[in-house]
T-cell receptor, first 113, second 114 residues
């Protein structure tokens, strides 16, 4: 069975640019969450979506946005990239909006130069 | 604040020893806890979870202990192997069907030498 898949795996962007990261959840999972992991830190919650609706938002600026599609895949968008946005962006899926056993993808390594 | 902290940033053990990784949490309302293992360049891998109505849960070679009185969580790994070398995170959450987030600690790096 396929796990959570994220694309691309690596990405280099220039300050001020826009980026879109993609996530496909485990088959049957309807909830997708996004996390940012800065080097040496634990993941930090950005968004959670369930049934295409936003169910939670972390302490991130409005430059960060996300959406979920009818097939439960999701996109994370970041506008006006800053050097500090360089991080590993993780997607996690679970079967319900509650946090029960979320499984993570391998992440997208974003480098802003 | 609502954050999860770990007692030790690094832990070094010999192959075959038992490892204990500790975690302190601050939110007494948290009722769900997970341990993740993260290898270099990979996403966190689910190890084991526990709800607050339990104080112990066992998996394959791993045991999680929860002490709500002192808000402490631990992960015990039996017969530690070199493949167990990784960063281990505990995470807490407050159950809410409307949706909620995991709050992660900073992690403990486990190094296993053979």
């Amino acid at each position: 069975d396929a796990g959570v898949t994220q694309s691309p795996t690596h990405l280099i962007k220039t300050r001020g640019q826009h980026v879109t990261l993609r996530c496909s959840p485990i088959s049957g999972h309807k909830s997708v969450s996004w996390y940012q992991q800065v080097l040496g830190q634990g993941p930090q919650f950005i968004f959670q979506y369930y049934e295409k609706e936003e169910r939670g938002r972390g302490n991130f600026p409005d430059r960060f946005s996300a959406r979920q599609f009818p097939n439960y895949s999701s996109e994370l968008n970041v506008n006006a990239l800053l050097l500090g946005d360089s991080a590993l962006y993780l997607c996690a899926s679970s079967s319900s909006p509650g946090v029960l056993r979320p499984f993570f993808g391998q992440g997208t390594r974003l480098t802003v130069v | 604040g609502e954050s999860v902290g770990l007692h030790l940033p690094t832990l070094s053990v010999q192959e075959g020893d038992n490892s204990i990784i500790n975690c302190a949490y601050s939110n007494s309302a948290s009722d769900y806890f997970i341990w993740y293992k993260q290898e270099s360049g990979k996403g966190p891998q689910f190890i084991i979870d526990i709800r607050s109505n339990m104080d112990k849960r066992q998996g394959q070679r791993v045991t999680v202990l929860l002490n709500k009185t002192v808000k402490h969580l631990s992960l015990q790994i039996a017969a530690t192997q070199p493949g167990d070398s990784a960063v281990y995170f505990c995470a807490e959450a407050t159950g809410n069907q409307a949706g909620t987030a995991l709050i992660f600690g900073k992690g403990t790096t486990l190094s296993v030498s053979s």
